[in-house]
């Protein structure tokens, strides 16, 4: 499904209309035509539509009264990027979903109650390559390296330096605790494992012990 920004005319389009698929990179908005994905029949997504699946019947059935309208109250204050780069707010099982989504992957239980604070903070680190150790985590800036949660991170697969935008998919996925990175710099990828040339995109997101998840953030690092 298309998702369309009305102006004077149309300002911005993403997704799909019959045969023809409009999205948008760094360079600007394009139009290609569209094709049917492949969807593998892994055990991962196995995994991972049996977990959406128990969310939802948790919601509906065993989630009292007070808990959904708790996450009702959390998803009102909180926004996330939509495709066009435009913030929205989602509805409280959206919110229970994508937080539980992420404390699964982070290897934390289930919560059944929304955070204090709907949305972790950002994180948007300083990546550097290093001839020995490979792409390193060099600064955090002002992100509370106190919190406690984990940072989930994911690789794109060795691309050509001239790709300046990567949605994925993701083909390695990595969790640091966020107390990992008071001794920085903390290597991300192994020198190793680097393919000269070539540049890879990494994706953050944040998933704190209360079941607060950030929106991801996604950085690029070039291999000489």
Not at 65 to 78: C, P
Not at 181 to 202: Q, T
Request: glycine share 8%; with cysteine.
């Amino acid at each position: 499904m298309a998702l369309i920004k009305l102006g004077p005319n149309v300002a911005g389009i993403s997704g799909s209309i019959g045969g023809t698929t409009y999205a948008r990179n760094r360079a600007g908005s394009y139009a290609r035509n569209r094709t049917k994905p492949t969807v593998p029949n892994s055990t991962k997504r196995a995994q991972i539509n049996a977990l959406m699946g128990d969310l939802i019947q948790t919601w509906q059935s065993t989630l009292t009264t007070a808990e959904r309208t708790a996450w009702d109250n959390a998803a009102s204050l909180t926004s996330f990027p939509n495709r066009l780069g435009e913030a929205f707010t989602p509805t409280g099982v959206n919110l229970y979903i994508r937080s539980n989504m992420i404390m699964n992957l982070i290897g934390r239980p289930i919560v059944a109650v929304p955070p204090i604070q709907p949305v972790a903070p950002l994180f948007a680190p300083t990546l550097a390559y290093h001839a020995i150790d490979g792409i390193e985590i060099t600064a955090v800036g002002e992100f509370d390296l106190t919190l406690a949660g984990k940072i989930m991170f994911t690789n794109s697969p060795p691309l050509r330096p001239s790709i300046n935008y990567y949605k994925g998919p993701w083909v390695e996925k990595s969790l640091k605790l966020i107390t990992d990175l008071g001794a920085l710099p903390l290597p991300i990828r192994a020198i190793a494992d680097c393919v000269a040339g070539s540049r890879y995109f990494f994706r953050f997101v944040i998933g704190l012990n209360d079941g607060s998840v950030s929106s991801p953030s996604i950085l690029s690092c070039d291999i000489p």
